[in-house]
């Protein structure tokens, strides 16, 4: 017992134990600690947007959850390069990509957009992404994009070129020839890229253009799209009847409504 009073000494006492420091983390854990917060957000994503755009889900083909989680994946990891973190700014470029197509960015008839809104590296990153949205919005043709009417132009497309060569991509809104010359050009790439048959000896070219015209060019690389992409390795002639039959589908079109309904 210590003195007290007048005897009252000041007593040393022995270091109080504190517990066990903290471990710093190393960089490879945060790195792998990093990574599993973005899958998760990526999984909780892709089924937010499976679950609030059922009319869109529908549009796509019903993809799974994997290919929807590929998709908002692929778009984190576009634009973790150019300042984009925070996950209502990665949210809001993953839905775009959900109605636009994976690859909206590189479809020519955007990159003039997102270089000027995505890239402006100067403007914060919500910013950014909420002027890309705002110009895509501002399109003539993002209603149809973002609606059942964007796969029924498509269709009517595909059933004009086969009924008397129509172009495939008319309809759609281009901001001049040069515009439409340079997205017909990166459709015949990506034409060339799958290996699809020569144009004139089957549907598959024509079709090709007339999808992209909806989910850009690159359509047949997008994870939400590989329904469409095992019809177009099908190098048979016939194509353009099982797209129709697959397309129309989606839109509930050749349905048989029961009596009185």
């Keep these: 017992m210590a003195p007290v009073g007048d005897a009252a000494t000041i007593i040393d006492l022995e270091p109080v134990p504190q517990g066990p420091s903290q471990p710093s983390l190393r960089a490879q854990d945060r790195t792998s600690l990093d990574k599993v917060v973005e899958r998760r957000f990526v999984r909780d ?67 003039a957009l997102a270089r000027s809104t995505l890239g402006a590296e100067d403007r914060s990153p919500a910013l950014r992404a909420l002027r890309f949205e705002e110009g895509l919005k501002a399109r003539a043709d993002h209603g149809a994009i973002t609606e059942d009417a964007g796969l029924a132009r498509v269709l009517a497309n595909l059933r004009a070129h086969v009924r008397r060569g129509h172009d495939a991509d008319a309809g759609w809104h281009f901001e001049d020839a040069r515009t439409r010359a340079r997205f017909r050009r990166v459709c015949e790439d990506q034409q060339d890229h799958h290996g699809l048959p020569a144009a004139g000896t089957t549907y598959h070219r024509a079709a090709h253009t007339a999808i992209a015209c909806l989910w850009t060019p690159f359509f047949l690389d997008d994870p939400a799209h590989a329904q469409l992409l095992a019809l177009f390795q099908d190098a048979s002639e016939g194509i353009e009847a099982r797209l129709i039959e697959t397309l129309s589908g989606r839109l509930g079109e050749g349905v048989l409504k029961q009596p009185g309904g």
């Excluded at 799974?64 to 700014?89: T, Y």
């Design 45 to 111: 994503f892709a089924r937010t947007l499976r679950e609030t755009a059922p009319a869109q889900q529908r549009r796509l083909g019903d993809p799974d959850a994997d290919a929807v989680s590929a998709s908002v994946e692929a778009i984190l990891e576009d634009v973790a390069g150019v300042g984009f973190r925070r996950k209502s700014d990665i949210a809001r470029l993953a839905t775009i990509a959900f109605f636009y197509g994976r690859w909206v960015m590189w479809d020519p008839r955007n990159v």
